[in-house]
């Protein structure tokens, strides 16, 4: 049995499709890790999504925030589809219904000690060890499938503040910190402070951020990570973290690696996408 894990799909499921046939994937045996961010963007959304709920306990996936967004637009009639957003085929697709409660029933965290990997969207503040990281991804599970928390916690999730992890924190503060942490992040301040402005590549981040999994003193140094979500980043190994979005929706690759013995990575070109790279 091989275990892969593969990069942000965001609608591009002929990569997908690609990239499990250069697999030789085989769902009766093999497992795969799904780094979040199934849709939104790339042109096939829909089809993604049955596809890896057809899957089922061959796949897991955690939730990304595009997925998060999906959710959002489907449970607030308010809210509007946003010009960039490729979420109309789901939200009017018949069997919606059972889409999204597939969809807003897994998990923001995924550890699994025999294949030595932790899995999430985005990072982790400095603060969190990996019982602190499963109890707060727990707490914002719970609120998604609870059917009166859900809708308000998904309403209210958008928004950067609070910027600094403290255990004191309640209510929808609270679950706004560790929904922006577990499906956002990408840089931090030395002292743990998010900044969730700047997008791009480490080298040139302005002065005083730095990547999250660089803070000095981080307690989830001992984990091995793999997330998705940092397309400028592109692909990553080093500081305990495996980065595999290589930007696919964004005319780029579509990434693949195994987790559980060392084996190269591998790739498939886009082909369905004409997005310019960077956009978010």
């Known amino acids: 049995m091989a275990t892969y894990a593969i990069g942000d799909i965001q609608g591009c499921l002929q990569e997908f499709e690609q990239l499990l046939d ?29 596809k890896v709920r057809a899957l089922g306990e061959a796949a897991i996936t955690v939730l990304g925030n595009h997925d998060l967004h999906l959710l959002a637009l489907a449970s607030s009639p308010a809210r509007r589809v946003k010009a960039k957003d490729t979420l109309t085929q789901v939200l009017e697709a018949p069997d919606r219904a059972e889409l999204l409660d597939w969809l807003r029933r897994r998990p923001l965290l995924h550890h699994d000690a025999a294949v030595g990997y932790t899995m999430i969207h985005a990072g982790l503040p400095p603060q969190w060890d990996l019982a602190t990281a499963q109890a707060c991804a727990s707490e914002v599970e719970a609120a998604l499938r609870d059917g009166d928390q859900g809708p308000a916690m998904l309403a209210a999730m958008y928004g950067d ?13 609270r ?15 030395a002292n743990g402070r998010l900044d969730l402005k700047f997008k791009g590549p480490p ?6 951020i730095m990547p999250w ?68």
């Open 175 to 189: 679950l706004r910190f560790i929904t922006n942490c577990l499906t956002r992040l990408r840089y931090c301040r």
């Open 213 to 280: 999994f660089r803070v000095p003193g981080r307690r989830s140094r001992g984990l091995r990570i793999v997330c998705g979500h940092w397309s400028a980043l592109g692909y990553y190994d080093g500081d305990g973290v495996l980065s595999i979005d290589t930007g696919c929706v964004w005319g780029q690759r579509l990434c693949a690696v195994r987790l559980d013995r060392p084996a190269a990575p591998a790739f498939i070109p886009c082909t369905s996408s004409g997005l310019s790279v960077g956009e978010d």
């Open 161 to 173: 503040r609070p910027e600094q992890w403290s255990p004191d924190l309640r209510g929808t503060d």
């Open 203 to 208: 080298d040139a981040a302005p002065s005083g």
């Open 22 to 50: 250069q697999l030789n994937f085989d769902p009766s045996r093999d497992r795969l890790w799904l780094v979040g961010d199934l849709v939104n963007r790339g042109p096939r959304s829909l089809e993604v999504l049955r």
